[in-house]
């Protein structure tokens, strides 16, 4: 099994909403990512679990947080969001967590997220 | 940081052409991934290189290391072949730097 999967696919909230994306991977991998995509514009990163553990927060607002509760599962929790953070958000998974040789990652479909 | 360059931006092809897409960056790193998004979203990943070439079919990744620079050649392109594709380096654990893309277009 090669797939990440994310849930929902598409995803319609109010600014007041608190809302929570479901990343899903059974490949073993020790490393998972969450992205931010814009239309027409690469991937973003924002944050980076290793283990399990929080391992880069590449400084995104306390409106979204993020979730590990296991090797397999990552969420992304959303709350009081703004228009702007409407976008494609990506997780993404990889063998290997800190350090050492960099592994290839395997990207989710994506969650279109709008915010209204 | 890592400045990730793509050309062209925009490419297209009718099909059966040999296809290049072409990434320069400006600091060394310890890989270089090409990427494939088709519409819709989901990110495929084609080739993860730190030397020399890959063969995967119909696609064939180089890079220079000392020139710092990275080609993808499509080679019998088809209309399928139509997507963005995207050039990311390594720096240093875990961290893509992403380049802006290349959107390439097949026409039968």
């Known amino acids: 099994d090669t797939e990440v999967t994310q849930t929902p696919k598409h995803l319609v909230m109010g600014m007041t909403n608190k809302k929570s994306l479901k990343c899903e991977q059974h490949?073993?991998?020790?490393?998972m990512y969450w992205y931010k995509q814009k239309a027409k514009k690469p991937p973003e990163l924002m944050f980076v679990y290793s283990y399990e553990k929080l391992s880069i927060n590449e400084s995104v607002p306390s409106r979204f947080s993020p979730e590990c509760p296991n090797s397999s599962l990552l969420n992304l929790h959303l709350h009081a969001l703004q228009p702007e953070d409407s976008a494609l958000y990506l997780c993404?998974?990889?063998?290997?967590?800190?350090?050492?040789?960099?592994?290839?990652?395997?990207f989710g479909p994506g969650t279109r997220l709008t915010v209204t | 940081k890592n400045e990730v360059e793509q050309s062209p931006q925009n490419l297209t092809a009718q099909e059966g052409e040999f296809i290049t897409i072409n990434c320069s960056y400006s600091v060394g790193i310890s890989a270089l991934h090409w990427l494939q998004q088709h519409p819709g979203g989901g990110i495929v990943s084609l080739f993860m290189l730190s030397s020399g070439k890959k063969k995967h079919g119909r696609l064939i990744a180089t890079i220079n290391i000392q020139e710092k620079h990275s080609s993808l050649h499509i080679t019998a392109s088809h209309p399928r072949d139509s997507a963005v594709y995207i050039c990311?380096?390594?720096?240093?654990?875990?961290?893509?730097?992403f380049g802006q893309g290349t959107r390439l277009t097949i026409n039968p």
């Open positions: 990311a380096v390594e720096e240093g654990a875990q961290k893509l730097v």
């Open positions: 993404a998974s990889s063998q290997e967590g800190s350090g050492g040789p960099f592994y290839e990652q395997y």
């Open positions: 490949m073993g991998h020790r490393a």
